[in-house]
Structures are given as structure tokens and as C-alpha cells.
């Protein structure tokens, strides 16, 4: 199974409560009960890097 973005790839993701986060792929994983990829995307919040765990494939676009 090929992932949709690449690790270290630039992207724009919108969390469920509606916040927009532009981060950077980490990691991805296979979801075995939704059978559907799932993310990890960092990014930069106060100079500190956070992490974004198992972000769904559909919440996520690619920044240019």
C-alpha cells in the first residue's frame, strides 16, 4: 500500500473543532479497523514542535 503524502512533505490540515494547521508529514500508519491511512504531521506552535497524531487521509491538503 502507497501513502497519498510523503514524509517531510508540506501540508495544511483541518482538525475536527475546525482549526487549520500547516505542518510536515512525520509518519504514516495503516488503520486495520477503518482500513484507512492515517497520519502524524508536525508542527511549529510558541518555537516548539507538536505533533498531530493519526490525522485522517481526508483531513489533510497538500500546501504548494
Not at 483541518?14 to 488503520?31: A, F, L, M, S
Not at 486495520?32 to 502524524?40: N, P
Request: aromatic share 10%.
Amino acid at each position: 500500500m502507497e501513502a497519498k503524502f510523503k514524509k517531510g512533505q508540506s501540508v495544511r490540515i483541518t482538525k475536527r473543532n475546525g482549526e487549520v494547521i500547516d505542518g510536515v508529514i512525520r509518519d504514516w500508519d495503516y488503520n486495520i479497523c477503518t482500513f484507512g491511512r492515517e497520519y502524524d504531521v508536525d508542527y511549529m506552535k510558541d518555537g516548539q514542535v507538536w505533533t498531530v497524531i493519526c490525522v485522517p487521509e481526508n483531513a489533510i491538503k497538500e500546501l504548494l
